[in-house]
């Protein structure tokens, strides 16, 4: 049998991660973090002050699009009906991009938490909706229209 004995999700948030972590290990354990080349949050600094040994290892890199590199959807915005962001920074990256092409752009954007929407505050004519739960099938609920 392969696989993992013990599964548990704090399905995508930091803090409940955290809370998880406390919950079921005890302090002093050792935990490797495997993450982002720049995560968006420090979960090894609050692991470490909740007095576990951590250690983070890199395995993915987030890169921007260029806004050049855009070009090519930017006419065809208004054909758009909804965009879905799955972090904060991407987040960030979007909206400054949708604030240089369509500054009153009528669509709605699908965020996986509150974090990722933040960006969007005050674009005029987009309506910002966020996941239940910061996790893909909350996420896929709000883009189908079904919460």
Not at 20 to 31: A, F, H, Q
Not at 86 to 111: E, T, Y
Not at 120 to 128: C, H, K, V, Y
Request: one cysteine or more; hydrophobic letters at 45%; aromatic letters at 4%.
């Amino acid at each position: 049998m392969r696989g993992y004995r013990n599964v548990a999700s704090a399905a995508g948030d930091v803090h409940d991660l955290r809370r998880l972590i406390r919950e079921t290990m005890r302090p002093g354990s050792k935990i490797l973090h495997l993450s982002a080349a720049q995560p968006a949050g420090n979960l090894l600094e609050m692991l470490r002050e909740d007095g576990f040994m951590t250690q983070r290892q890199c395995v993915y890199e987030a890169v921007e699009a260029r806004p050049q590199d855009l070009d090519w959807i930017a006419g065809k915005l208004a054909l758009i009906e909804a965009i879905m962001i799955h972090s904060p920074r991407a987040g960030r990256h979007v909206a400054s991009w949708l604030r240089q092409q369509i500054p009153c752009w009528k669509g709605k954007v699908v965020c996986i938490s509150a974090a990722a929407a933040a960006a969007f505050e005050g674009l005029p004519g987009a309506r910002t909706v966020v996941a239940a739960r910061p996790n893909e099938a909350d996420l896929m609920a709000v883009l189908n229209g079904s919460t």
